[in-house]
C-alpha cells in the first residue's frame, strides 16, 4: 500500500529514502497564530518561507520516487473502483517529539538526493524550541459484497 505509518517509521528508522508518502505543500497554505497549514495533512510551528520551500522540495522529491502526496484522500475512490461499499473514512493527526526526529528524517532524504540547502532548513527547524510538526493519516474500510457460490445443476436431475 502506498501509504504506510510502519514503512515511514521503518524508512525512518533505518534512514532509507521515502519513496510513499501522503501530504504536500499547497499555495493555499493558511497562516493562524501558531502555525501554518503546508498543504492536505500537515501542519507546521513556527512557519516560514523558507520551511515552506523545504516542504516542497521534499514533496517533488516523494513523486520523483514514485510516490503519491495525495494518496491518504483517495482511498475511499480506490475502494470503490474495486467494488466496496459501506466506505468508512477516517483521519487523525499525529505529532512528532522531539522536533529532530522528523526534522533529521527529511534532512537525510534530501540529502541522500543531493539537496543539502533545504536538508539544512530541516535540521535548523527541527532543532527550534515551540515547534510542532502534525501529520495526517488516513484510514479507510469497506465491504465486499459476497456472491453466492455457484449452484451445481446436472441434466439428469439428482
Not at 493555499?28 to 523545504?54: K, M, N, Q, T
Not at 516542504?55 to 516523494?62: G, T
Not at 475512490?77 to 526534522?103: H, K, M, Q, S, W
Not at 532543532?127 to 510538526?133: H, I, K, L, V
Request: hydrophobic share 35%; charged share 20%.
Amino acid at each position: 500500500m502506498p501509504c504506510s505509518r510502519t514503512r515511514f517509521w521503518n524508512i525512518c528508522a533505518n534512514r532509507r529514502k521515502l519513496s510513499r508518502s501522503s501530504g504536500a505543500y499547497s499555495s493555499r497554505a493558511v497562516r493562524s497564530v501558531c502555525a501554518r497549514r503546508i498543504g492536505a495533512g500537515f501542519l507546521v510551528a513556527p512557519p516560514s518561507e523558507e520551511l515552506l520551500l523545504a516542504f516542497e522540495a521534499y514533496k517533488e522529491l516523494q513523486n520523483r520516487n514514485g510516490g503519491d502526496v495525495y494518496c491518504g484522500r483517495k482511498l475511499g475512490g480506490f475502494l470503490a473502483n474495486a467494488g466496496f461499499g459501506n466506505i468508512e473514512l477516517r483521519a487523525r493527526y499525529e505529532n512528532y517529539d522531539p522536533l529532530t526526529v522528523i526534522g533529521d528524517f527529511l534532512a537525510v532524504n534530501l540529502e541522500e538526493a543531493g539537496d543539502t540547502k533545504n536538508a539544512a532548513v530541516w535540521r535548523k527547524w527541527g532543532r527550534s524550541p515551540n515547534g510542532m510538526f502534525a501529520q495526517a493519516w488516513v484510514s479507510c474500510i469497506g465491504t465486499k459484497p459476497t456472491t453466492s457460490p455457484p449452484t451445481l445443476h446436472t441434466s439428469r436431475g439428482y
